[in-house]
Every structure is written in structure tokens, then in C-alpha cells.
């Protein structure tokens, strides 16, 4: 059974930073690219960013480009989100989700999800 739990989620100053962590059991982490994707209120789930099963490849959205960071353990089978500058349009329920093989910007390619995590920021 697959299972991806994140945490790490809460409230932040903007301009604050915060990282994500979603471990992994229930697969082979490694050949499986890793996505982050948040959902505000109101609003639709968004990709944030992804990262190759191998860790040497990922992208981001262009409104988080420079404040954003993934990174992975394939050992501890654990992603990371690393967020900076943190700015009140950051608030929503982030999520990590898995894909068997390539990274992809689309939620509807992904395998599994978490349960997501919330983050606030504050202005």
C-alpha cells in the first residue's frame, strides 16, 4: 500500500521560510518522479514543482522560480519542498504526489497523493 505523508505545514510571516517533507512508503521511491501541487480556496490545485526519480532534474512554477527548492532522498525515500520569501499568495494545502517514470506539471499524471499540509502566511 502506498503511502505519502508531508508535513512541516504552518504558520509563517511573510518573507518567512518553511520546509516541506513527504515520506514515502509502499514503492520504489527512485523510479518515481516526485511533484508538489498546492490548492488555495476557492481556487484549483496548481502545480508547484517536480523533481526526477534520480534528483538530477526539476521545474518549478514561474511564480515560485528562485523561492523554491526540491529536493529528494531516495534512502530515506523523503522529498523536500524548501520555501523562501514567503508571501501571503503561498497560503494553501500543499500536497505531494508521485508518478511512476518522468516528471510531469500535470496533476492528472500523478499516481498517488498525500494528504496534504497546510501553510499560512501571514502578511
Known amino acids: 500500500q502506498v503511502q505519502l505523508v508531508e508535513s512541516g505545514g504552518g504558520l509563517v510571516q511573510g518573507g518567512g521560510s518553511l520546509r516541506l517533507s513527504c515520506a514515502a512508503s509502499?514503492?520504489?521511491?527512485?523510479?518515481?518522479?516526485m511533484g508538489w501541487f498546492r490548492q488555495a480556496p476557492g481556487k484549483e490545485r496548481e502545480f508547484v514543482g517536480t523533481?526526477?526519480?534520480?534528483?538530477?532534474?526539476?521545474e518549478y512554477t514561474d511564480s515560485v522560480k528562485g523561492r523554491a527548492t526540491i529536493s529528494r532522498d531516495n534512502a530515506e525515500k523523503t522529498v523536500y519542498l524548501q520555501m523562501n520569501r514567503l508571501k501571503p499568495e503561498d497560503t494553501a494545502v500543499y500536497y505531494c504526489?508521485?508518478?511512476?517514470?518522468?516528471?510531469?506539471?500535470?496533476?492528472?499524471?500523478?499516481?498517488?497523493w498525500g494528504q496534504g499540509t497546510q501553510v499560512t502566511v501571514s502578511a
Open positions: 523533481i526526477s526519480g534520480s534528483g538530477r532534474s526539476t
Open positions: 509502499g514503492l520504489t521511491f527512485s523510479m518515481y518522479a
Open positions: 504526489a508521485a508518478r511512476r517514470g518522468w516528471s510531469s506539471s500535470r496533476a492528472d499524471e500523478y499516481n498517488y
